[in-house]
């Protein structure tokens, strides 16, 4: 796949990712029991970054969990003969939290889906609300998410890629055509 555009670069990733941690404190009228739940693997990052930001304007450091949706994914046979299943790591209790999904890029909402089917299985959230990065459109499923960074127009020919500095070195998105 070769490179059509850099949509965002690392200052554009810290601007949204800055204008959501306040949307997310203004819609919730401040942080009291909210967690925020990152969907395994750039999600992870993004929700800790996310958490950093929340410290620096409410003063209030947020818990932050890790997500792993495999076992919940409807395209599982798809993926492996051996789907390599990782661990989901939150250590707190949800029931009754406002929690704040986390990930990249939402695109047919079906990870999403699964995201809800994990989180159910662990308690009942007060609300679960969605914050992406990237919404590139194309939605499958009837799901929208509450904090989007950028909304990108896309044809089903092209590839979102989200670049972050823990998992690929560097911190950018581009627009990748198959």
Partial sequence: MEEKARIMDDKAIDRALTRIGHEI?????????????????????????????????EGVEVPVGVLD?????DDLSTLSQQPVVNKTEIPFEITGKKIVLVDDVIYTGRTVR???DALSDLGRAQLIQLAVLIDRGHRELPIRPDYVGKNVPTSRDEVIKVKLEEVDGENCVVILKK
């Avoid at 925020?36 to 992870?44: D, P, T």
């Avoid at 949706?69 to 994914?73: A, E």
């Fill in 114 to 116: 699964a995201a809800l």
């Fill in 69 to 73: 949706i495999t076992l919940y994914r």
């Fill in 25 to 57: 404190i203004e819609r919730n009228k401040g942080v009291e029991d909210l967690v925020l739940v990152g969907i395994r693997r750039r999600g992870v990052p993004l929700a800790k970054r996310l958490a950093s930001k929340i410290k620096k304007i």
